[in-house]
DNA sequence: TAGCCTTTGAAGCCG
DNA sequence: CGGCTTCAAAGGCTA
């Protein structure tokens, strides 16, 4: 396996999301200084990767020191060692009493996954905190996890101050004899729940509301330090039956632990509810100190019922459905099997870095603003995402490639085979095909000339220079196109770029990049956020802008609400008012024959954004 | 109600 | 090996 190669710079995709994206950087952002000292910067970022990637089996103290955040971690790894031994020393309960602050008994974490300040301090403003749960078998052993989620925890996003958050946690104090009795865990309700193996998730009070805890989880707390002393795990917890080698191991801290109502993405295994990470502190400390070939296989893992976030039972699949459908016309035998198939859980994929940030960052961008659609949420995402810096999107890939480690571990035999349908056998919703004239580039164009936004939709995919060029002419692609990645020729405009005078948005917003840019795409290109990226002030002469753009200024920022807003002016927490609707509606009106999902698609885009991303785009004379 | 949309990244499949 | 496809999250939307 490639993760386990300790020196391979290719298990992460790390490196060639970096270099790509150094590629992609060049014409995304726009660099004011100079670009030696850009280089050096993303040189260094890329061997953050690469070390992280590198050494992902060396130390993991060498993480700890690459990790940013440090006074939180610091005081909490001390804090959580206090009450270890104090736990071991009394196990008098005393769960949720006295919560020194609204969120006890959690961990109040800084929200590193807003604004970022250069010195890796947290604005003032980014200091939203997160209650992580203790409810965690801590355990003198369990450095490694407390090195591993220390990793993470900083880069928890949380909304706090939430008054209902504050309520629900209050109201839920009192952990449900539901909670007690059933082998449900107890649900913590959040709009998306919890991937198991990333703490990076947002996390509100209400997902770890007192009721989650169960009795033995009940910790007792530090009125002090407000962290919840962690059980004594000498009891197996009726709730987390822990296999004989679990002791000692440490329950994953953050919500997996409660699937969401409704969303039974992490349903309980019949086989009971245990540490959904039973090795996680052995593979969390082999992960870190041992190469991951070195670690025993606990092939047992996941049949042990333990609700690993990851596993989702096919009964809450839609192929459950339908095999039930199938069921009643099948043979018993055929019952049999399908009910082994239905209690076979589904172990879902590591998340990626982008999905980890997407998770992130996803309840900040939809508080920032109005949208709650997806798609749109996700483009936003997805822009911000290339605004990282390479220092803030290594943390992301570290996070992912410690998530496909300790995946790896947890499930020694699972592939994403596994969950690969296409071609095998079962259904599966299959992405509609697009013709390539059936994208929404033009109505992109339409819609979105001047954006900083890149073309959003199909045009923007990666094959673009395939599309322009075809594969015989792969000479002529660009190097993220070459790569799968996002072609910078079409993010670049065609100003600029070699390709031909591209009907689509690539004039959109990047500047123009100067040919020795394009002679060396990986060049580099210096981490910018996306403050910064007020990519295109001026607007380029589009082709099909004389049907799109009204004479007459337009702002267009992403702190328009999407679709249902984005025909209304909208607010954003930056106190901009985005007038959208003289946009969009111009551009509606004159591209009344668009189809709807292009303006839906537009719309999408003019997501919002806390930093102003706005153009304010000259008119075309 | 299943699937689409939309993003990036990882990984599997196929030629 | 390169290209394509699927899946991972997520919630509104659509057929």
């Given at each position: 396996?490639?993760?386990?190669?300790?020196?391979?710079?290719?298990?992460?995709?790390?490196?060639?999301?970096?270099?790509?994206?150094?590629?992609?950087?060049?014409?995304?952002?726009?660099?004011?200084?100079?670009?030696?000292?850009?280089?050096?910067?993303?040189?260094?970022?890329?061997?953050?990767?690469?070390?992280?990637?590198?050494?992902?089996?060396?130390?993991?103290?060498?993480?700890?020191?690459?990790?940013?955040?440090?006074?939180?971690?610091?005081?909490?790894?001390?804090?959580?060692?206090?009450?270890?031994?104090?736990?071991?020393?009394?196990?008098?309960?005393?769960?949720?009493?006295?919560?020194?602050?609204?969120?006890?008994?959690?961990?109040?974490?800084?929200?590193?996954?807003?604004?970022?300040?250069?010195?890796?301090?947290?604005?003032?403003?980014?200091?939203?905190?997160?209650?992580?749960?203790?409810?965690?078998?801590?355990?003198?052993?369990?450095?490694?996890?407390?090195?591993?989620?220390?990793?993470?925890?900083?880069?928890?996003?949380?909304?706090?101050?939430?008054?209902?958050?504050?309520?629900?946690?209050?109201?839920?104090?009192?952990?449900?004899?539901?909670h007690?009795?059933?082998?449900k865990v107890p649900v913590?309700?959040?709009?998306?729940?919890?991937?198991?193996?990333?703490?990076?998730?947002?996390?509100?009070?209400?997902?770890?509301?007192?009721?989650n805890?169960?009795?033995?989880?009940?910790?007792?707390?530090?009125?002090?330090?407000?962290?919840?002393?962690?059980?004594?795990?000498?009891?197996?917890?009726?709730?987390?039956?822990?296999?004989?080698?679990?002791?000692?191991?440490?329950?994953?801290?953050?919500?997996?632990l409660v699937p969401?109502?409704?969303?039974?993405?992490y349903?309980i295994?019949?086989?009971?509810f245990?540490?959904?990470?039973?090795?996680?502190?052995?593979?969390?400390?082999?992960?870190?100190?041992?190469?991951?070939?070195?670690?025993?296989?606990?092939?047992?893992?996941?049949?042990?019922?333990?609700p690993?976030?990851?596993?989702?039972?096919?009964?809450?699949?839609?192929?459950?459905?339908?095999?039930?459908?199938?069921?009643?016309?099948?043979?018993?035998?055929?019952?049999?099997?399908?009910?082994?198939?239905?209690?076979?859980?589904?172990?879902?994929?590591?998340?990626?870095?982008?999905?980890?940030?997407?998770?992130?960052?996803?309840?900040?961008?939809?508080?920032?603003?109005?949208?709650?659609?997806?798609?749109?949420?996700?483009?936003?995402?997805?822009?911000?995402?290339?605004?990282?810096?390479?220092?803030?999107?290594?943390?992301?890939?570290?996070?992912?490639?410690?998530?496909?480690?300790?995946?790896?571990?947890?499930?020694?035999?699972?592939?994403?085979?596994?969950?690969?349908?296409?071609?095998?056998?079962?259904?599966?919703?299959?992405?509609?095909?697009?013709?390539?004239?059936?994208?929404?580039?033009?109505?992109?164009?339409?819609?979105?000339?001047?954006?900083?936004?890149?073309?959003?939709?199909?045009?923007?995919?990666?094959?673009?220079?395939?599309?322009?060029?075809?594969?015989?002419?792969?000479?002529?692609?660009?190097?993220?196109?070459?790569?799968?990645?996002?072609?910078?020729?079409?993010?670049?405009?065609?100003?600029?770029?070699?390709?031909?005078?591209?009907?689509?948005?690539?004039?959109?917003?990047?500047?123009?990049?100067?040919?020795?840019?394009?002679?060396?795409?990986?060049?580099?290109?210096?981490?910018?956020?996306?403050?910064?990226?007020?990519?295109?002030?001026?607007?380029?002469?589009?082709?099909?802008?004389?049907?799109?753009?009204?004479?007459?200024?337009?702002?267009?920022?992403?702190?328009?609400?999407?679709?249902?807003?984005?025909?209304?002016?909208?607010?954003?927490?930056?106190?901009?008012?985005?007038?959208?609707?003289?946009?969009?509606?111009?551009?509606?009106?004159?591209?009344?024959?668009?189809?709807?999902?292009?303006?839906?698609?537009?719309?999408?885009?003019?997501?919002?954004?806390?930093?102003?991303?706005?153009?304010?785009?000259?008119?075309?004379?």
């Amino acid at each position: 396996m490639p993760q386990l190669n300790g020196g391979g710079g290719d298990d992460l995709g790390a490196n060639d999301e970096l270099i790509s994206f150094k590629d992609e950087g060049e014409q995304e952002e726009k660099i004011s200084e100079n670009s030696s000292a850009e280089r050096d910067l993303a040189d260094v970022k890329s061997s953050l990767v690469n070390e992280s990637e590198t050494n992902q089996n060396s130390s993991s103290d060498s993480e700890a020191e690459r990790r940013p955040p440090p006074r939180t971690e610091t005081s909490f790894r001390e804090k959580a060692r206090e009450s270890l031994e104090e736990a071991a020393k009394r196990q008098d309960g005393g769960l949720f009493k006295g919560p020194p602050y609204p969120g006890y008994p959690f961990i109040m974490i800084p929200d590193l996954s807003g604004p970022y300040l250069p010195n890796g301090s947290l604005s003032p403003t980014a200091r939203t905190c997160v209650n992580v749960p203790l409810d965690l078998h801590l355990t003198s052993c369990c450095s490694p996890l407390m090195q591993y989620l220390q990793m993470k925890w900083p880069l928890l996003d949380v909304q706090t101050g939430n008054l209902q958050s504050r309520q629900a946690l209050k109201d839920a104090r009192s952990p449900s004899p539901a909670h007690i009795v059933s082998n449900k865990v107890p649900v913590v309700q959040h709009p998306h729940h919890v991937h198991p193996l990333t703490p990076l998730i947002t996390y509100s009070n209400e997902h770890f509301t007192p009721g989650n805890p169960p009795p033995h989880l009940q910790a007792d707390i530090d009125p002090k330090t407000g962290i919840p002393r962690p059980p004594h795990p000498p009891d197996i917890s009726p709730y987390y039956p822990l296999s004989p080698g679990t002791v000692g191991q440490i329950p994953h801290p953050l919500g997996w632990l409660v699937p969401q109502q409704g969303q039974p993405v992490y349903p309980i295994t019949t086989g009971g509810f245990r540490h959904p990470y039973p090795t996680a502190l052995t593979v969390n400390a082999s992960m870190s100190r041992f190469p991951p070939h070195m670690v025993p296989p606990h092939h047992s893992l996941h049949t042990t019922g333990i609700p690993h976030p990851a596993i989702v039972t096919p009964t809450v699949k839609q192929e459950s459905s339908q095999s039930d459908m199938g069921s009643l016309h099948s043979s018993k035998h055929q019952d049999s099997k399908k009910e082994e198939e239905k209690k076979k859980p589904h172990i879902k994929k590591p998340l990626n870095a982008f999905m980890l940030y997407m998770k992130e960052m996803r309840a900040k961008v939809v508080a920032e603003c109005t949208l709650k659609e997806s798609a749109a949420i996700n483009q936003i995402l997805g822009r911000r995402w290339h605004a990282l810096s390479r220092e803030e999107q290594a943390k992301y890939y570290e996070l992912a490639r410690k998530e496909r480690q300790l995946h790896m571990q947890l499930y020694p035999g699972w592939s994403a085979r596994d969950n690969y349908v296409g071609g095998y056998g079962k259904k599966k919703k299959r992405k509609r095909d697009k013709q390539p004239g059936e994208t929404n580039e033009h109505s992109e164009c339409y819609l979105n000339p001047c954006l900083t936004l890149p073309p959003i939709t199909d045009a923007n995919t990666p094959k673009k220079c395939r599309a322009l060029f075809g594969l015989d002419r792969q000479n002529l692609w660009c190097k993220p196109c070459r790569r799968k990645k996002k072609c910078i020729r079409y993010i670049q405009g065609e100003g600029s770029c070699i390709s031909p005078p591209s009907s689509d948005g690539s004039l959109l917003d990047s500047p123009p990049l100067s040919p020795n840019m394009l002679a060396s795409p990986a060049s580099d290109s210096k981490p910018q956020t996306e403050q910064t990226q007020p990519l295109s002030l001026t607007l380029k002469p589009d082709p099909m802008a004389h049907l799109s753009m009204p004479s007459s200024s337009l702002v267009l920022t992403e702190g328009c609400t999407s679709k249902s807003s984005a025909l209304s002016t909208s607010t954003c927490q930056n106190g901009v008012l985005h007038h959208c609707q003289p946009t969009i509606s111009q551009s509606s009106s004159s591209l009344a024959h668009l189809p709807t999902s292009s303006l839906h698609s537009h719309s999408s885009v003019v997501g919002v954004q806390p930093q102003p991303l706005s153009l304010v785009t000259k008119s075309l004379d």
